[in-house]
């Protein structure tokens, strides 16, 4: 099979971590992968050098530029199949199999309610999705509520398969003797994650006099929306922004507990690498979550709601052993039901029948 993936993405995330461990599986199997992404972008890194990378300017979801060079790379390779994995892609790649009539297939991250208002991609599954995939059954049953999905796009040619987690080797670093319990969660500053929700959780560990920290990795458009919720609410030495983290599961590894507030996801990266690092986590049922957290045996999981979560999170903060024990029993999930060539079987499965 010769595929292309389109990535228009400014900066690293989930979704480019999931491309890299598809892109390299795919390599390993002896498909030919052709990545487009963005002109100038720095971000991406562990790519296998077998996989042939196009840059182009996705200036918008009408780049004439963009849309030339990938239908001269499919013309002049014979690609078979064309993958978008962000919004602005999802349109121009459905340009280009109008043109090059080619499969399209799409895939989609995170709970997307909002394609019920946004009448463009409403359009777009009409005639220019072949296929879809997401990342936990519980998106795949959103989908399919929606009419304009349902009456265009067979069951059958929407996947859901959860993420793989490549185990890196890493060396975890003992998190060093402080009275204060330290919270730690990581990711980009959106209002997706829900890092607002800290806020007021903050309050409420003052309110049971527990000494605590919470520090939170990434950047994002929210950071001075947060810094200025965080002086407002005089939390300066309680809620910090730590910036850009290196090593996610290190980080984690010095922290008592790992909170994942999200509004909405599909089954979070930093879930895995919480457990990863044997960490006890916090983390609101939505999306996928509820398919592999278990309440109370390998997580504590709330409801998307300010008080909700603060209730979990002064639970949690007990530390004692039912708490330290969920993080133990995540690494266990982590090793039994989520490997990456898990994955890739059931999605070069997937793309072949398109």
Not at 10 to 25: D, F
Not at 259 to 278: D, V
Not at 320 to 346: A, Q
Request: with cysteine; hydrophobic share 40%.
């Amino acid at each position: 099979m010769n595929i292309i993936i389109l990535n228009s993405s400014k900066q690293w995330g989930g979704n480019e971590r999931w491309l890299i461990s598809l892109a390299n599986g795919l390599i390993k199997k002896k498909h030919s992968v052709f990545l487009c992404i963005r002109k100038g972008s720095e971000h991406w890194k562990n790519l296998d050098e077998k996989i042939k990378i196009l840059e182009a300017p996705f200036t918008n979801e009408l780049s004439i530029k963009t849309k030339m060079i990938l239908c001269k790379c499919i013309k002049k390779n014979k690609i078979d199949l064309i993958l978008s994995t962000k919004r602005k892609d999802y349109f121009i790649g459905g340009r280009v199999k109008k043109e090059m009539n080619i499969p399209h297939v799409i895939r989609l991250g995170i709970s997307r309610k909002i394609l019920k208002r946004d009448l463009l991609q409403r359009r777009l599954f009409k005639k220019r999705v072949d296929g879809i995939i997401v990342n936990a059954k519980a998106l795949k049953n959103e989908l399919l509520e929606y009419s304009f999905v349902s009456e265009n796009i067979k069951k059958d040619n929407i996947l859901a398969v959860y993420n793989g987690y490549q185990f890196p080797r890493v060396k975890t670093r003992r998190k060093l003797k402080s009275k204060k319990t330290i919270f730690r969660t990581a990711g980009r500053l959106t209002f997706q994650k829900g890092y607002d929700f800290l806020i007021s959780a903050a309050r409420a560990l003052q309110a049971q006099k527990i000494d605590f920290v919470i520090e939170i990795a990434g950047d994002g458009p929210e950071k001075k929306s947060l810094k200025k919720m965080i002086k407002t609410n005089s939390l300066e030495d309680r809620i910090i922004l730590f910036g850009e983290v290196e090593n996610v599961i290190e980080f984690f590894s010095q922290s008592d507990i790992v909170i994942i507030p999200s509004r909405s996801e599909g089954i979070p990266n930093t879930l895995f690498e919480a457990w990863h690092a044997k960490k006890p986590v916090v983390l609101t049922k939505v999306g996928g979550v509820g398919e592999v957290v278990k309440h109370n045996f390998n997580g504590l999981i709330c409801e998307p709601e300010q008080q909700d979560i603060n209730e979990k999170i002064v639970q949690a903060s007990a530390l004692d052993s039912n708490i330290k024990k969920l993080g133990i029993e995540g690494y266990k999930t982590l090793n039994k039901s989520f490997t990456i060539d898990t994955m890739i079987e059931k999605l070069e499965e997937f793309l072949l029948k398109f």
